[in-house]
């Protein structure tokens, strides 16, 4: 357990994020910058939640009203959406929730992933989503709301390109006509003239292996962006930085998940900007 249950407080407003390991979450170092930029006598506290305690955790939820709510991270976001009271449409699509309060009596619930990623892109670089292909490399459950997100914002074309074919196939199945499933080596093909691409996988973390992508078939325009954010720079953004193209890191996509929980919670919405971005990549850099 990373973080004792806090002690019962009727001023001090309380939310979480459970998961397991949780022990190098920053999201209590996000909340608890919006907590103090507001002023707000509230607390966010890491905990760690095996799976077979996973249960009894939703029922005191809902029960003792210790918490407002909160954060889901691995691995329970699929069993947090089974046994919220009330998913919303998102939640439902998804078949995972990462975002919990508490509303009449009942456990709410939505995925906010998705949101944290169109979020990142609109204020790093505006007009991204002017574009009619997309190419989404991967077929994990990371990809689920970067394809849903995508999708809900109108762009014609969506590439799933995956070593397995059968799991991108189940994306497209999930997601609808304008999703269309592809082997690995179809990557080159349906790059042609895409306007977007993102990297869902775990290519160019620490200790992972990488690919070599020829960028130059894209759109002029097109944008790269990649949900990994440890290291800051993939390479796979480095080498469509060198080629040319507009970047996006995915830093952002975790600041920006936070802000709708956070205002569930606590009732103000936060902004996600430069001070904030900074204290977490200088906390990156000290772990690093």
Known sequence: MVDHYPADSRETLRA????TPIRHSRSPMIHSHWLKAFGIDGDYAAIEILEPDFERFMAALKN??????????????ERAFKLADRPDALAEELGAANTLWLEDGLVKATNT???????NLDQRHPGWDRVSRAVVLGAGGASRAIIQSVRD???GEIHVVNRTVA?????????????HAHPIDALPEVMAQAGLFVNTTSLGMEGEGRLDIDFSVMAPQAVVTDIVYVPLETPILAEARQQGFATVDGLGMLLHQAVPGF????????EVDETLRDLIVRDMEHHA
Do not use: C, M, S
Not at 65 to 77: E, F, L
Not at 263 to 270: A, C
């Open 16 to 19: 979480f994020v459970i998961g």
């Open 64 to 77: 003792e009203g210790r918490y407002r709510g909160g954060n889901v991270t691995i691995p329970h976001k």
């Open 113 to 119: 992933d998705g949101y944290g990623f169109t979020a």
């Open 153 to 155: 914002r109108g762009i």
């Open 167 to 179: 799991r991108a196939q189940e994306l497209a199945d999930r997601f609808g006509i304008r999703v």
């Open 263 to 270: 205002e569930k919670w606590f009732g103000r919405r936060p």
